[in-house]
């Protein structure tokens, strides 16, 4: 099962992404969380994608799209994976296609979690990361068990960089200019599943598993 999570910047994608990837066991692929691996580990792609991520910029699709592909081509993608942040434009999707047309297949579900730009600032506030295995949390929403250390690895959870109010309206002009168009081309392609994503988490996963059942 091949799924793309589509929505603006905090709309949830990575929230729904990873309990979708350890419901159905299939990884959950995200180039934002890849982009920010190599920051932290100071790799050359990390120091150039760092240049766009905090300006709230796309990183520029040469680089993403190989990254993508690279980390698709791998082994444990073999049977699907859940796609959280790409592809983020038309020409990221096009690329997708026709790599996946090549291999006789093609995107199962492009799932859209819908929420207005009213609700995202708040949430990415109070939005906490772990940069070691990408879970994200929420200092009143979803609180981890223990204040400021992730659930699943233990690592410290973070402010991201890129969830300064500044740069979040920055990226959700980048969103609606160049990300949106994908749910009218997802649409066409009749794959398009629409979520509200201002629900509590565990109800906007309950109408996801409705679609995939
Ligand atoms: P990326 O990491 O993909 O960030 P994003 O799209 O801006 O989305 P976020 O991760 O901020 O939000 P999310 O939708 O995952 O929400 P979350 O589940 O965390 O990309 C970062 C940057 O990398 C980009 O700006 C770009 O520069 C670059 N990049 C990445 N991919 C690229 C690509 N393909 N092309 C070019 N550049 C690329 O939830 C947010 C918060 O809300 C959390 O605190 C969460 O706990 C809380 N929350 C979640 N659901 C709910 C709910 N239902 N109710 C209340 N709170 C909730
Ligand atoms: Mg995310």
């Given at each position: 099962?091949?799924?793309i999570m589509l929505g603006?910047p905090?709309a949830?994608k990575g929230?729904?992404a990873?309990?979708?990837?350890?419901?159905?066991?299939?990884?959950h692929v995200s180039t934002g969380d890849i982009f920010r691996?190599?920051?932290?580990?100071?790799?050359?792609?990390?120091?150039?994608?760092?240049?766009?991520m905090?300006?709230?910029?796309l990183v520029?699709?040469?680089?993403t799209?190989?990254i993508l592909?690279?980390?698709?081509?791998?082994?444990?993608?073999?049977?699907?994976?859940v796609l959280d942040g790409f592809p983020r434009?038309?020409?990221q999707?096009?690329?997708?296609?026709?790599?996946?047309?090549?291999?006789?297949?093609?995107?199962?579900?492009?799932?859209?979690?819908?929420?207005?730009?009213?609700?995202?600032?708040?949430?990415?506030?109070?939005?906490?990361?772990?940069?070691?295995?990408g879970?994200?949390?929420?200092?009143?929403?979803?609180?981890?068990?223990?204040?400021?250390?992730?659930?699943?690895?233990?690592?410290?959870?973070?402010?991201?960089?890129?969830?300064?109010?500044?740069?979040?309206?920055?990226r959700?002009?980048?969103y609606?200019?160049?990300t949106?168009?994908?749910?009218?081309?997802?649409?066409?392609?009749?794959?398009?599943?629409?979520?509200?994503?201002?629900?509590?988490?565990?109800?906007?996963?309950?109408?996801?598993?409705?679609?995939?059942?």
């Amino acid at each position: 099962m091949k799924i793309i999570m589509l929505g603006a910047p905090g709309a949830g994608k990575g929230t729904q992404a990873s309990r979708i990837a350890e419901k159905f066991g299939i990884p959950h692929v995200s180039t934002g969380d890849i982009f920010r691996a190599n920051i932290k580990n100071g790799t050359e792609l990390g120091k150039e994608a760092k240049k766009y991520m905090d300006q709230g910029q796309l990183v520029p699709d040469e680089l993403t799209v190989k990254i993508l592909l690279d980390r698709v081509a791998q082994d444990d993608c073999k049977n699907g994976y859940v796609l959280d942040g790409f592809p983020r434009t038309i020409p990221q999707a096009e690329v997708l296609d026709s790599e996946l047309t090549k291999l006789g297949t093609s995107v199962d579900y492009a799932i859209n979690v819908e929420v207005p730009d009213d609700n995202i600032i708040g949430r990415m506030s109070g939005r906490r990361a772990c940069l070691k295995c990408g879970a994200t949390y929420h200092i009143v929403t979803l609180k981890p068990k223990k204040e400021g250390i992730c659930d699943k690895c233990g690592s410290e959870l973070v402010l991201r960089d890129d969830d300064k109010p500044e740069t979040v309206k920055n990226r959700l002009s980048v969103y609606h200019d160049q990300t949106q168009p994908l749910i009218d081309y997802y649409n066409k392609k009749g794959v398009l599943k629409e979520v509200d994503g201002t629900i509590a988490p565990d109800d906007v996963f309950k109408a996801i598993e409705e679609i995939l059942k």
